[in-house]
């Protein structure tokens, strides 16, 4: 039966769509993306109970939408930190939501619509590591991605996990993800990258003794880090890994925005 059903999956199922940031202070977020990573933000939802912020790279037709923000809801607040997530597109939501929950995972929020934009739901891994997963509804005027490697873009998807062999495994068989290569890190074991529909698209590895619990973190795209890092600096942001030089000759960098929500930087030139 999982033969069948991973032939019968759409081109976009498995395929991360969106990143969406959930913070205590969505002005001064919204002012520090902005300056870090050239984002504008437009304000798509005013509902007082629910006000939604798009993140935006480009200008006038050009202009295209690369993640979200939202308040931290009432509920959450103290309970959570300001954090990124991740939207994986999937054929069937609700069907998605009973395998996570079959093969061992959460789902934290049960499928939901979402008015004119699809439905969702959100859900965890065996490990805890939290994403949220999405059937868009189908767009006529389906707006082209963004180049490759733009600046502000979403660049690479990566989780810290217990187990790099049963998150493959999970992950396999939920989004049909394949292994690409892994690079050995001593003690550390591998940095496993990992393919959606036959490209790169992130990597997994063990869980650093400094985070507290398995999680994804997820990086944007910068035309220079160090330049990039100084303007972190300066919109109060803080560097909390790096730089660092990975295989392929790209740099990284992990960093904390003003309310503490983690994103990571990556750049062809330090």
């Not at 005013?46 to 993640?67: A, N, Q, S």
């Not at 939501?93 to 929020?109: L, T, W, Y």
């Not at 805890?128 to 490697?149: K, Q």
């Amino acid at each position: 039966m999982l033969q069948t059903a991973l032939e019968t999956r759409s081109d976009t199922h498995g395929k991360f769509i969106w990143c969406e940031l959930m913070t205590s202070d969505t002005e001064a977020a919204g002012r520090f993306y902005r300056a870090v990573l050239g984002w504008s933000v437009k304000p798509l939802s005013m509902d007082v109970d629910h006000p939604y912020y798009l993140f935006e790279i480009g200008e006038g037709e050009k202009c295209l939408g690369i993640g979200g923000m939202m308040p931290m809801p009432a509920e959450l607040a103290g309970h959570m930190p300001p954090s990124w997530s991740g939207y994986v597109a999937v054929d069937d939501v609700d069907q998605m939501a009973r395998d996570f929950k079959e093969n061992g995972g959460i789902v934290h929020r049960q499928p939901e619509d979402i008015p004119e934009v699809g439905r969702f739901a959100v859900v965890a891994d065996p490990d805890g590591a939290v994403l949220n997963i999405m059937t868009p509804l189908p767009m006529d005027d389906m707006p082209p991605p963004a180049p490759e490697g733009a600046q502000g873009t979403a660049a690479w998807y990566e989780l810290y996990t217990e187990s790099v062999d049963a998150a493959t495994g999970f992950y396999g068989r939920m989004f049909g993800w394949t292994k690409d290569q892994d690079f050995d890190m001593g003690a550390m074991g591998p940095y496993r990258i990992f393919a959606e529909h036959g490209k790169a698209v992130g990597g997994m590895m063990k869980r650093p003794e400094s985070f507290p619990a398995p999680s994804w973190v997820y990086y944007f795209n910068v035309d220079r880090l160090d330049a990039a890092l100084e303007r972190v600096k300066q919109g109060g942001g803080k560097l909390v890994n790096g730089p660092n030089e990975v295989p392929g000759g790209s740099w990284i960098a992990q960093c904390l925005d003003p309310q503490n929500a983690m994103f990571c930087l990556v750049a062809r030139v330090r």
